[in-house]
């Protein structure tokens, strides 16, 4: 990777002043990431609400509270995780998020709706737009950048080309396209 960034060719890619755009910073891209968590919070709690998922969210909230879980009907259920919390998380916090940002970084936008808001955009490392195995990746990868106290996120605003930890870790940059008036 290190070969990667020395390249004659990295140096123009990096400035981008030919294509109106540079590097994304850390403050853009939270905003970002907030906006993006608001529609994803819209997006569970309908997807949810369609699929039934409501006794899985109740069932998760007595998991959390410790108190003893129960179905509707009274019968009480001794496994760790009941089925119905279980479907609900896969559905809420891995299905939906990983197809959201996984289809629309590697669409046509490169961006999901909070970076289009924030005018901020998700290349591979030579400006070419990813692939949906590579937005996979990245996606999975920000579990890792979580995990480690949130420091693979808050190297974004100390790197050299404000890379986070799963940037990195799928080749990836995150341009801001500034407004051009024509």
Known sequence: MADTYSSSGWA???R???????LAGFWRRLAAAIIDLLILCIIS???AAY???GEGWRML?????RQAVVTDDGASIHSLIPMP???FILVVFILIPWIYFAALESSRNQATLGKIACRVVVSDLHGKPLTFARATLRHFSKFISGIIVFAGFICIGYTRYHQGLH???AATLV???RETVE
């Open 12 to 14: 123009e890619l990096i």
């Open 61 to 65: 909230l007595m998991i959390i509270r």
């Open 51 to 53: 699929l039934g998922l």
């Open 175 to 177: 341009w801001y396209q």
């Open 85 to 87: 919390a279980a479907t």
């Open 167 to 169: 940037d990195v870790i």
């Open 45 to 47: 709690a309908i997807a």
């Open 16 to 22: 981008g002043s030919s294509q109106g755009r540079e």
